[in-house]
């Protein structure tokens, strides 16, 4: 099928590379031009596993191209998705403006009967008002062309995102229209070959069950970590209650680590987003709203612990900390914990000596500028002259340090891990103080 994909992101470019894969004609759209012409040359703006190989073997294979050239684009598909970014307002509700740009856009150079499909994280009621943006362009245009408009999210999680979209558990059909349904149903037969994988449903409850899905998952990771902080109060060690709780299938063992917080550019955004939507209907989220607040004070943990530990004065101590990227297998920290932690830590006047597997070029964006912050090569580096190691980021690497070098070299010998990686009995017996989430303070 000829498809097209508008917005070279995350999710538009992780869906065209997976369809033109398959054997789709994917043409990709960005008003990027430098995205594009890197693009073009293999260079791909994102640390994604398995990514690469698959947009340069497409692109090399004439199935996947990507353009600037918004009219050539859209006169290639039968299909459109809109993958757009939908950045939080101040206010924490989802802008719509760049979603509406697009329909206007494919308004404009649409010249044949179009499934237009959106993909982007939207609030419900979307689709509505993209199918309202389109229609009047098109009256202002004076075009009669035939359109339909379709709520199909994403649920790929960045780190494990081209083999999601490859496998995906679910592929969720909005839509009113069956033609739309039949073209959508054609494209993604590779992917749902049990015919088992395609839920169809009316537009606004598939966008809903994008929000629901995460803040589901949301919910469960700040519950275990209420849990855990009550864990800490009675004297209980949470990972003995996350297993005995896990084994009853209908709880089960995902998304129930405790640890320092989620982050990332999903959760957060649609958490909030989802409290904004509610409001707006005069419903108030309580549960996501609490949601949010446990999850904003987990994110303070480690910072908390280590002003009890070392009495509140932090002042020139060298704090290494491992792991900077909101979860392990990416380079991205939007609202990734380590940056609560390290901004705290600037404020007490503590120095910083971070490692990240990978998102150590961002970390630099981001946090370049201060001299208070020392990022090194290796996390072996990171802890050459520290006071304290704090871990932020479960990277495997990290699963198994060597404790006798910690412990000769840390200079107070203490370990903050917020992501309950190691036996606090194994890590006492080499002398080293450990601090995890929900595990009794034990020292
Ligand atoms: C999330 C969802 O998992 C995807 O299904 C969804 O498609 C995606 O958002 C999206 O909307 O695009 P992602 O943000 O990539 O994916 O990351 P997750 O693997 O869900 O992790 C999110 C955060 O939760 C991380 O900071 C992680 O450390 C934390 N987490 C996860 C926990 O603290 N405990 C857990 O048990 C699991």
């Not at 099928?1 to 960005?30: N, P, R, S, W």
């Not at 459109?80 to 856009?105: N, R």
């Not at 035939?146 to 679910?170: I, Q, T, W, Y």
């Amino acid at each position: 099928m000829k498809v097209t994909v508008f917005g070279i992101g995350y999710v538009g470019l992780v869906q065209a590379a997976v369809l033109a894969e398959v054997g789709h004609d994917v043409a990709c759209i960005d008003i990027d031009q430098n995205k594009v012409d890197a693009l073009k040359q293999g260079i791909i703006p994102i640390y994604e596993p398995g990514l690469t190989p698959l947009v340069t073997a497409n692109y090399e294979a004439k199935r996947l191209d990507f353009t600037t050239d918004a009219k050539a684009g859209i006169e290639h598909g039968d299909v459109v998705f809109i993958a757009v970014g939908t950045p939080p307002d101040e206010d924490g509700s989802a802008d719509l403006q760049y979603v509406l740009k697009v329909a206007e856009t494919i308004a404009t150079h649409m010249t044949r009967r179009t499934v237009v499909i959106n993909k982007s994280t939207v609030p419900v009621g979307t689709a509505d008002k993209v199918k309202e943006q389109i229609s009047t362009c098109l009256r202002d245009l004076q075009k009669d062309v035939a359109f339909s408009v379709v709520s199909n999210p994403e649920f790929l999680k960045e780190g494990a995102a081209v083999n999601d979209c490859m496998r995906p558990d679910r592929i969720i059909l909005g839509t009113d229209c069956d033609y739309a349904e039949k073209r959508l149903r054609e494209l993604y037969y590779p992917f749902n070959r049990n015919n088992d994988r395609v839920i169809k449903m009316d537009i606004r409850s598939a966008e809903l069950t994008k929000y629901a899905a995460n803040c589901m998952l949301a919910t469960k990771i700040s519950f275990m970590n209420e849990m855990a902080n009550l864990a800490e109060y009675f004297g209980a060690d949470i990972e003995n209650v996350r297993k005995g709780i896990g084994s009853d299938p209908r709880i089960g063992y995902q998304f129930i680590y405790p640890g320092c917080g989620y982050g990332g550019s999903c959760f957060p955004k649609d958490v909030q987003a989802l409290i904004r939507s509610a409001t707006g209907i005069g419903y108030e989220a309580s549960i996501l709203k609490a949601v949010e607040d446990v999850n904003s004070r987990q994110k303070e943990k480690l910072f908390a612990y280590m002003m009890t530990h070392f009495a509140g004065d932090l002042q020139g101590k060298t704090i290494a900390v491992w792991g900077l990227s909101f979860k392990p297998n990416t380079d991205d920290m939007r609202e990734a914990s380590s940056r609560v932690l390290l901004e705290n830590l600037w404020e007490q006047g503590a120095i910083v000596q971070a490692f990240d597997p990978e998102a150590m070029e961002e970390a630099q964006r981001i946090y370049g500028h201060r001299e208070d912050l020392k990022l090194v090569g290796t996390k072996e580096a990171a802890i050459v002259g520290a006071d304290a190691l704090a871990i932020c980021t479960e990277w495997q690497s990290f699963r198994a340090p060597d404790f006798t070098h910690l412990e000769a070299t840390l200079a107070h010998k203490v370990v903050f891990d917020g992501r309950n990686l190691f036996e606090p009995e194994f890590v006492a017996d080499y002398g080293l103080a450990y601090y995890g989430i929900g595990r009794g303070l034990s020292i």
